[in-house]
């Protein structure tokens, strides 16, 4: 019978990720007959490029969120890192050192929203939710609410400019980051604490699991990504930016939610997320090449948040009875 069930879920997660994939071959038919260019190299190659902050920050996240914890401060970390990251190229600083304070100004995010949501137990949405506005704030102090380009060295650009090959560096932090976090939920203790904690919190402690370390470690990780996000998104904008980052948050929730991670935690996959952020791109790709207006954009992406929900509680209730 245990074979039988596990069988059966196996089939249920495939369903619902051939569902999605066929979710995203649909739209990517649409635009190609609705747009001249939809369906070309470039375009294609910048589609990937522009999903790669979504997918990096989003493996983080979905395991936050399968263990029922949420981080709304990723955007404003977007904007903080690429800040970071250009302030400390224009000292002299070598770009790689600078692009790592890029990435550790995230983590130094992660630490404060561990200390709030995980030690202080402040209700994690409200916890982020002030980090998101602080930092926000913060960075637009530091910069002067002015983007940052003036005295850039030649090379802070290399993160997306540098090929090995002909493929994109940037693409093999991305790729590495997939795999990495695709084991980690699979494979690693970190993976399956997640699950047992959005599971049920009370029943992981009780069978000695420290709840309160793992998702100290989930909340650090999300800080890392999305501060490498940020400067992967500077150096592909060759300035640094303090306005990036706005809704992203936004769009990395639907992503992962759209990827079949249960709000509720216990449930999620790496790969939905994957396929969750390449609909979210996709969709805004192709509203941009028929013109619609960004604030009918946000229209649709709410709507869109809102289906997933109601996608995923009707899954949930199936999957019950």
Same mark, same amino acid.
């Given at each position: 019978?245990?074979?039988?069930?596990?069988?059966?879920?196996?089939?249920?997660? *495939?369903? #619902? =990720?051939?569902?999605?994939?066929?979710?995203?071959?649909? @739209?990517?038919?649409? %635009?190609?007959?609705?747009? #001249?260019?939809?369906?070309?190299?470039?375009?294609?190659?910048? &589609? /990937?490029? +522009?999903?790669? %902050?979504?997918?990096?920050?989003?493996?983080?996240?979905?395991?936050?969120?399968?263990?029922?914890?949420?981080?709304?401060?990723?955007?404003?970390? =977007?904007?903080?890192?690429?800040?970071?990251?250009? $302030?400390?190229?224009?000292?002299?600083?070598?770009?790689? &050192?600078?692009?790592?304070?890029?990435? &550790?100004?995230?983590?130094?995010?992660?630490?404060?929203?561990?200390?709030?949501?995980? !030690?202080?137990?402040?209700?994690? $949405? @409200?916890?982020? &939710?002030?980090?998101?506005?602080? /930092?926000?704030?913060?960075?637009?102090?530091?910069?002067?609410?002015?983007?940052?380009?003036?005295?850039?060295?030649? *090379?802070?650009? %290399?993160?997306?400019?540098?090929?090995?090959?002909?493929?994109?560096?940037?693409?093999?932090?991305?790729?590495?980051?997939?795999?990495?976090?695709?084991?980690?939920?699979?494979?690693?203790?970190?993976?399956?604490?997640?699950?047992?904690?959005?599971?049920?919190?009370?029943?992981?402690?009780?069978?000695?699991? *420290?709840?309160?370390?793992?998702?100290?470690?989930?909340?650090?990780?999300?800080?890392?990504?999305?501060?490498?996000?940020?400067?992967?998104?500077?150096? !592909?904008?060759?300035?640094?930016?303090?306005?990036?980052?706005?809704?992203?948050? $936004?769009?990395?929730?639907?992503?992962? @939610?759209?990827?079949?991670?249960?709000?509720?935690?216990?449930?999620? +996959?790496? @790969?939905?997320?994957?396929?969750?952020?390449?609909? /979210?791109?996709?969709?805004? *790709?192709?509203?941009?090449?028929?013109?619609? =207006?960004? %604030?009918? #954009? +946000?229209?649709?992406?709410?709507?869109?948040?809102?289906?997933? /929900?109601?996608?995923?509680?009707?899954?949930?209730?199936?999957?019950?009875?």
């Amino acid at each position: 019978m245990g074979a039988a069930m596990a069988k059966s879920g196996r089939v249920q997660v *495939n369903s #619902q =990720l051939l569902v999605l994939i066929g979710i995203l071959a649909f @739209i990517c038919l649409v %635009f190609t007959f609705t747009t #001249q260019s939809f369906l070309t190299v470039e375009n294609l190659g910048n &589609l /990937v490029r +522009s999903s790669a %902050f979504v997918i990096v920050t989003g493996a983080g996240v979905t395991l936050l969120m399968i263990s029922g914890n949420i981080d709304l401060s990723v955007g404003s970390v =977007l904007a903080l890192a690429s800040c970071v990251y250009a $302030f400390a190229a224009k000292t002299g600083m070598p770009v790689e &050192l600078a692009a790592l304070l890029g990435a &550790l100004s995230g983590l130094a995010v992660g630490v404060i929203n561990a200390l709030t949501a995980v !030690r202080w137990k402040v209700t994690p $949405f @409200i916890a982020t &939710l002030g980090t998101m506005y602080a /930092v926000r704030g913060f960075v637009l102090i530091i910069s002067d609410a002015k983007t940052v380009r003036g005295g850039l060295p030649p *090379n802070f650009t %290399f993160l997306d400019m540098t090929h090995l090959g002909p493929i994109p560096l940037a693409f093999f932090i991305v790729l590495v980051v997939i795999l990495v976090f695709y084991a980690i939920e699979k494979k690693a203790l970190l993976g399956k604490y997640s699950f047992a904690i959005g599971g049920n919190k009370t029943a992981a402690v009780l069978s000695g699991i *420290n709840a309160d370390a793992v998702l100290i470690k989930l909340y650090l990780i999300v800080g890392f990504l999305a501060g490498l996000s940020g400067v992967m998104m500077c150096s !592909r904008l060759a300035v640094g930016d303090q306005n990036v980052g706005v809704r992203f948050e $936004f769009d990395v929730i639907i992503a992962v @939610i759209l990827g079949g991670t249960s709000l509720a935690g216990g449930k999620g +996959s790496i @790969i939905g997320m994957i396929v969750g952020a390449l609909i /979210v791109q996709v969709i805004g *790709n192709g509203l941009n090449m028929l013109n619609v =207006l960004s %604030f009918w #954009q +946000s229209v649709i992406k709410g709507v869109l948040l809102v289906l997933a /929900v109601v996608l995923n509680q009707a899954l949930v209730r199936t999957k019950g009875r």
